[in-house]
């Protein structure tokens, strides 16, 4: 890895720091500031349809004026909206809280595009480890952002107020990560311009299965992590367990993030996208066989673990489906259809848990699981037809017309 990637595994970090701190404390504060109850996780609903909503200006942006002024836009957007989120927390204004994380979506949008800039700095042959490694860094995530949340929960005089504080400090470090990284000159045009429409590239079977599995893998993923901290609370089990609970669940999906690539690079997407299935039905039976503190870790565990495998190889998949120049909106319908499996998600996870309960959850969450499943087995059986094997077949470079080869650091 050069100092491209290592900064970028940092922005990762970083990125997820931002996401798990959401998670863990926005349904909190939306339960205590929500006129009813099942209006709870209506603020993480506002993140990702925030980032549903941004994939196009995001996609625009970042073709027009290259990687790097981009994603500082989205760290700009980043610090504002989280001291509205302080401000909102303050003032116990529930729709402004909505408001300021439905902004934050668009670095949410942002940073999903972290991971595919790792491939695009790596050479052809390392690609899968660079997205594995990138994604990695989340880890930072799972470290930093249970223990910001717990730590600046009572930091302000407002419950919680502290943490959107913090975080506006995390986008501040982040950017000056950000000035230290040197990206190839992109045309403003050209890269946005040429090749298949997204229309045409959804009709590709290959595309739309890793479009669909990663966007799927995130909501299972998303349904049962944004309803744990609702569910234990429900359960009588206090904060910091929750945050404990969390921080082994953001383990799990980045901590395997070290080997997956070699995985994929041995095995192929398919398999180790299979594995993934399997890991979160394990999930799922352990959460139904109890409602102890061991139960919610182990299942949160395996939750993440199996995002893992299933969201690195949907996205090492896609990375075959497109050409160069049609990089921008192939990743951008990606990133769109999973912020809108993730904002249906989002609100299902607390009308469910608040209304239905935390077994009638996890049930429901099979349902994606075997659609994906179904899809992973009609193309590995189609996988000669369709030139899909264990490598991917039309490798996207990670040079084009469009930029030059990325500059190694020394």
């Given at each position: 890895?050069?100092?491209?990637?290592?900064?970028?595994?940092?922005?990762?970090?970083?990125?997820?720091?931002?996401?798990?701190?959401?998670?863990?404390?926005?349904?909190?504060?939306?339960?205590?500031?929500?006129?009813?109850?099942?209006?709870?996780?209506?603020?993480?609903?506002?993140?990702?349809?925030?980032?549903?909503?941004?994939?196009?200006?995001?996609?625009?942006?970042?073709?027009?004026?290259?990687?790097?002024?981009?994603?500082?836009?989205?760290?700009?957007?980043?610090?504002?909206?989280?001291?509205?989120?302080?401000?909102?927390?303050?003032?116990?204004?529930?729709?402004?809280?909505?408001?300021?994380?439905?902004?934050?979506?668009?670095?949410?949008?942002?940073?999903?595009?972290?991971?595919?800039?790792?491939?695009?700095?790596?050479?052809?042959?390392?690609?899968?480890?660079?997205?594995?490694?990138?994604?990695?860094?989340?880890?930072?995530?799972?470290?930093?952002?249970?223990?910001?949340?717990?730590?600046?929960?009572?930091?302000?005089?407002?419950?919680?107020?502290?943490?959107?504080?913090?975080?506006?400090?995390?986008?501040?470090?982040?950017?000056?990560?950000?000035?230290?990284?040197?990206?190839?000159?992109?045309?403003?045009?050209?890269?946005?311009?040429?090749?298949?429409?997204?229309?045409?590239?959804?009709?590709?079977?290959?595309?739309?299965?890793?479009?669909?599995?990663?966007?799927?893998?995130?909501?299972?993923?998303?349904?049962?992590?944004?309803?744990?901290?609702?569910?234990?609370?429900?359960?009588?089990?206090?904060?910091?367990?929750?945050?404990?609970?969390?921080?082994?669940?953001?383990?799990?999906?980045?901590?395997?993030?070290?080997?997956?690539?070699?995985?994929?690079?041995?095995?192929?997407?398919?398999?180790?996208?299979?594995?993934?299935?399997?890991?979160?039905?394990?999930?799922?039976?352990?959460?139904?066989?109890?409602?102890?503190?061991?139960?919610?870790?182990?299942?949160?565990?395996?939750?993440?673990?199996?995002?893992?495998?299933?969201?690195?190889?949907?996205?090492?998949?896609?990375?075959?489906?497109?050409?160069?120049?049609?990089?921008?909106?192939?990743?951008a319908a990606i990133n769109f259809l999973l912020f809108a499996v993730m904002a249906v998600t989002s609100f299902a996870s607390g009308a469910l848990v608040t209304t239905k309960g935390?077994?009638?959850?996890?049930?429901?969450?099979?349902?994606?699981?075997?659609?994906?499943?179904?899809?992973?087995?009609?193309?590995?059986?189609?996988?000669?037809?369709?030139?899909?094997?264990?490598?991917?077949?039309?490798?996207?470079?990670?040079?084009?017309?469009?930029?030059?080869?990325?500059?190694?650091?020394?």
């Open positions: 890895m050069n100092r491209n990637l290592w900064l970028l595994t940092a922005l990762q970090g970083l990125f997820l720091t931002n996401n798990v701190t959401f998670i863990a404390i926005n349904g909190l504060v939306g339960l205590a500031l929500a006129p009813l109850g099942w209006m709870a996780t209506l603020p993480v609903m506002g993140y990702v349809v925030g980032g549903a909503v941004f994939t196009g200006p995001v996609a625009w942006v970042q073709g027009r004026y290259g990687r790097k002024a981009g994603f500082f836009l989205g760290l700009a957007v980043a610090f504002g909206s989280a001291l509205l989120c302080a401000v909102a927390a303050y003032t116990r204004n529930f729709w402004l809280l909505c408001a300021a994380t439905m902004l934050a979506g668009y670095y949410s949008a942002n940073g999903q595009l972290y991971r595919f800039t790792s491939a695009e700095l790596s050479a052809p042959s390392a690609r899968e480890k660079a997205v594995s490694y990138v994604m990695a860094g989340g880890l930072i995530g799972a470290v930093i952002g249970p223990n910001l949340a717990a730590h600046t929960r009572d930091l302000a005089a407002v419950p919680f107020a502290g943490a959107y504080l913090a975080l506006a400090g995390v986008a501040l470090l982040a950017a000056g990560l950000l000035a230290c990284m040197r990206f190839p000159p992109v045309t403003g045009q050209a890269a946005t311009s040429g090749g298949r429409s997204v229309a045409q590239l959804m009709r590709q079977p290959v595309f739309l299965i890793a479009a669909c599995g990663g966007a799927l893998s995130y909501g299972v993923m998303n349904l049962l992590m944004a309803a744990t901290p609702l569910a234990m609370q429900q359960c009588g089990l206090p904060f910091s367990d929750a945050a404990f609970v969390l921080q082994w669940h953001v383990i799990g999906m980045f901590a395997p993030g070290f080997f997956t690539g070699h995985l994929i690079r041995r095995f192929g997407p398919l398999p180790v996208m299979g594995v993934g299935v399997g890991l979160n039905v394990l999930c799922v039976a352990i959460a139904l066989s109890g409602v102890e503190l061991h139960h919610f870790t182990v299942a949160l565990l395996l939750l993440g673990v199996g995002w893992n495998f299933l969201f690195t190889g949907s996205t090492t998949l896609s990375l075959s489906a497109y050409a160069p120049q049609e990089r921008n909106r192939a990743q935390w077994s009638l959850l996890n049930l429901g969450s099979l349902v994606p699981l075997a659609m994906i499943a179904a899809g992973l087995a009609w193309l590995a059986r189609n996988r000669r037809h369709l030139s899909v094997s264990g490598q991917s077949a039309k490798p996207c470079p990670p040079s084009s017309s469009i930029e030059p080869a990325p500059v190694r650091d020394s």
